[in-house]
């Protein structure tokens, strides 16, 4: 006979009841792991191999400047002595370039500074004008700096270097620019400054900046 049980759940007599399912259990959240990025090596054979292009290189320049010089009756020594300077850090570059990896920004940056401090020489051994170190430091460091990560990452393809080579690039012209009319302008270190006008000047100057500025932002917000 059914039992009312087994009426009431609607099974045969005899036969056990199916278990219910049971819900699956879900998976623990994985807690965050954070896996640091492989170390480039450096590879010393790449290294030694564009140390010696690039040490290559230099002699053939060099070795064509001296040549070049000798024929046209130039006094290498006196004028070209920056270029000493210039070809290492152009060398630098180049290296910088071949190497790659972990160790090419850091050699772009340091050709860039050599480079720069070359050709700042060159022109105030060439015009005499060595009182403008007073400023054009600035276009050694940062300047020069951010020259050099905005060639390396052009030529590899990286924009984000790029991107903060001209951050760097553009506070070391600043710099540049406002130490140029100070010590030129102003104090006249050179002796074609603006004499007792300078500060009146100056002011001028600042004061039409700084009205042009508060107009253009009061536009913008119109």
């Known amino acids: 006979m059914d039992t009312p049980d087994t009426k009431k759940l609607g099974q ?41 292009m690039a040490s290559g290189t230099v002699l053939i320049v060099l070795g ?20 000493f300077i210039i070809v290492p850090g152009l060398a630098l570059f180049a290296l910088a370039l071949t190497v790659g990896g972990g160790a090419g920004e850091p050699l772009s940056a340091v050709g860039g500074v050599v480079t720069m401090t070359g050709l700042l020489m060159f022109y105030q051994n060439l015009m005499n004008h060595w009182e403008s170190w007073a400023y054009a430091w600035a276009l050694v460091g940062p300047t020069a700096v951010g020259l050099g990560f905005i060639a390396y990452g052009t030529f590899k393809g990286r924009k984000e270097l790029v991107k903060s080579g001209l951050d760097i690039a553009k506070i070391g012209l600043i710099m540049f620019v406002i130490g140029a009319v ?41």
């Open 64 to 83: 064509v400047l001296f040549a070049l010089a000798q024929l046209l009756g130039i006094r290498l020594g006196h004028y070209m002595w920056p270029l």
């Open 182 to 222: 100070f010590f030129e302008l102003i104090i006249g270190i050179s002796g074609f400054g603006l004499g007792r006008y300078g500060w009146a000047l100056a002011l001028i100057a600042l004061g039409v900046v700084m009205l042009l500025r508060s107009l253009i932002s009061r536009r913008q917000e119109d």
């Open 12 to 52: 045969e007599p005899g036969v056990a009841p199916e278990p219910e399912p049971q819900p699956e259990p879900q998976p623990r959240p994985k807690a965050d792991t954070f896996e640091a990025a492989p170390e480039k090596k450096l590879d010393w054979e790449q290294l030694r191999t564009g140390g010696s």
